[in-house]
């Protein structure tokens, strides 16, 4: 089993800056390819961005390109999602999740999820 712990959502104006973080236990965490998903209200969770278990390859939604960026530190187990020029659509809660064998961007693959950190961003 693996534990995921999202923290640093919050509330921002739009054009702003926020980061999320997952913290992992229970597994070898650098053994684990890691996403972020989100889901805004009324919508389905999509995927936002994707890294791999040593950190060299990363993977983003077209929407949040050049935006937000994924990052890991496998010592402290945990990932990163640095978000920029943030805009109301991206209000949304942010999962992190893992997966041990696929480096993908479908959330069916995902073995293990946290339980969700909110953002929401002001107009």
């Known amino acids: 089993q693996v534990q995921l712990v999202e923290s640093g959502g919050g509330l921002v104006q739009a054009g702003g800056s926020l980061s999320v973080s997952c913290t992992a236990s229970g597994r070898t965490f650098s053994n684990y390819h890691m996403g972020w998903f989100r889901q805004a209200p009324g919508k389905e969770r999509e995927f936002v961005a994707v890294?791999?278990?040593?950190?060299?390859?990363?993977n983003y939604a077209d929407s949040v390109k050049g935006r937000f960026t994924i990052s890991r530190d496998n010592a402290k187990n945990t990932v990163y999602l640095e978000m920029n020029s943030l805009k109301p659509e991206d209000t949304a809660v942010y999962y992190c999740?893992?997966?041990?064998?696929?480096?993908?961007?479908?959330?069916?693959?995902?073995?293990?999820w946290g339980q969700g950190t909110q953002v929401t961003v002001s107009s």
């Open positions: 999740a893992a997966d041990r064998f696929q480096f993908t961007t479908r959330q069916y693959e995902y073995d293990y």
């Open positions: 890294i791999s278990r040593s950190g060299d390859i990363t």
